[in-house]
Antibody, heavy 121, light 108 residues
């Protein structure tokens, strides 16, 4: 059973860069899946941030595209999220997940437990 | 449009049936997947594709789709089904994911 574990600083200063890593265990990041990031501000709904394939191909939420970079490190079997120029609005629980594509549907069947990131000085 | 709209909240009596809907143009091209989220926990996949349940999800959960609307039905709701439910799909281009606005289900 594949498992995911997010890690990174829990506090980031305004205008700084949020950096998180998702470690993959029990499976290979080179499998035929997309590796995704999702976030959830306090008391609000889920927001899709973006995804990466092991080849390095990426898709980003258009509303965040100018600030987001997702990368993959095959040697460490992990993928990462960087979000620049953060503000208090970026305070959220950040989740990584596996997105499985299948013809006319995609689904996220494995999620990390999530990590809380607060943007504050 | 890349938006998926859900009713904010619904309630259901214990043992009764509740349907949660998700509306969006992209649902004419892609099936939705559905996630259950309890307070302080990560979302859990409950339905994907036309009407598929992951291992361990009770068969009281079912999914359907018609036109621009996807539905999640809980038949015989249990107290443990009280949670937030989110639909998810792709936008019309297929290149971006999108979540619904979420529905809070209360079991009375």
């Amino acid at each position: 059973q594949v498992q995911l574990q997010e890690s990174g600083p829990g506090l980031v200063k305004p205008s700084g860069t949020l950096s998180l890593t998702c470690a993959v265990s029990g499976g290979s990041i080179s499998s035929s899946n997309w590796w995704s990031w999702i976030r959830q501000p306090p008391g609000k709904g889920l927001e899709w941030i973006g995804e990466i394939y092991h080849s390095g191909s990426t898709n980003y939420n258009p509303s965040l595209k100018s600030r987001v970079t997702i990368s993959v490190d095959k040697s460490k079997n992990q993928f990462s999220l960087k979000l620049s120029s953060v503000t208090a609005a970026d305070t959220a629980v950040y989740y990584c997940a596996i997105t499985t594509p299948y013809y006319y549907y995609y689904y996220m069947d494995v999620w990390g437990k999530g990590t809380t990131v607060t943007v504050s000085s | 449009s890349s938006e998926l709209t859900q009713d904010p909240a619904v309630s259901v009596a214990l043992g009764q049936t509740v349907r949660i809907t998700c509306q969006g143009d992209s649902l004419r091209s892609y099936y939705a997947s559905w996630y259950q989220q309890k307070p302080g926990q990560a979302p859990v996949l409950v339905i994907y594709g036309k009407n598929n349940r992951p291992s361990g999800i009770p068969d009281r959960f079912s999914g359907s789709s018609s036109g621009n609307t996807a539905s999640l039905t809980i038949t015989g709701a249990q107290a443990e089904d009280e949670a937030d439910y989110y639909c998810n799909s792709r936008d019309s281009s297929g290149n971006h994911g999108v979540f619904g606005t979420g529905t809070k289900v209360t079991v009375l």
